[in-house]
């Protein structure tokens, strides 16, 4: 089955480990901007390697935060893969993040990963407009992102 998936991926802990949001509220023409620190560094890596790796899975919009990842997948019925697709999206899904999640933590030498993640199919036009623009705009409220710690200044 096809479809369109935001998912969200954690640090464990929350900790913030991928990336420094950097010119925050330094002024109003200057976006804030997303640095990545060497895990990110990994992290980007591994999801472009997966993208390119799975035909049938394309990962179409990400932001690697601090301390998480959003992703916007899309799913299809036709691709082709040198791994065979699964037989639920569900679980494709899951193999996707799993996939991701061993080959970052075997570069890390280490699991910084939360144990599950979070994922909601998206529902109509409007629904991946406003999880695009969401994406998107994520650095610019990341002080008022619901996973930031005021810890990490």
Not at 123 to 137: A, L, P, T
């Amino acid at each position: 089955s096809s479809g369109v998936y935001f998912v969200t991926v954690c640090t464990k802990n929350r900790k913030p480990l991928l990336s420094k949001i950097v010119n925050v509220g330094a002024g109003v023409l200057d976006r804030p901007q997303v640095q990545l620190l060497p895990y990110g560094v990994v992290a980007d890596k591994q999801i472009k390697q997966l993208n390119d790796f799975y035909s049938y899975l394309s990962v179409e919009k990400s932001v690697i935060m601090p301390n998480h990842i959003h992703m916007l997948i899309s799913l299809s019925e036709n691709g082709r893969s040198r791994t065979p697709a699964p037989t639920s999206t569900t679980s494709t899904i899951a193999q996707f993040i799993s996939t991701f999640k061993r080959f970052c933590n075997k570069q890390y030498g280490n699991n910084i990963w939360q144990r599950s993640y979070y994922d909601h199919i998206v529902r109509g036009e409007q629904d991946y407009q406003d999880i695009w623009n969401y994406i998107d705009q994520n650095p610019d409220k990341w002080l008022e992102d619901e996973l930031y710690s005021a810890s990490e200044i």
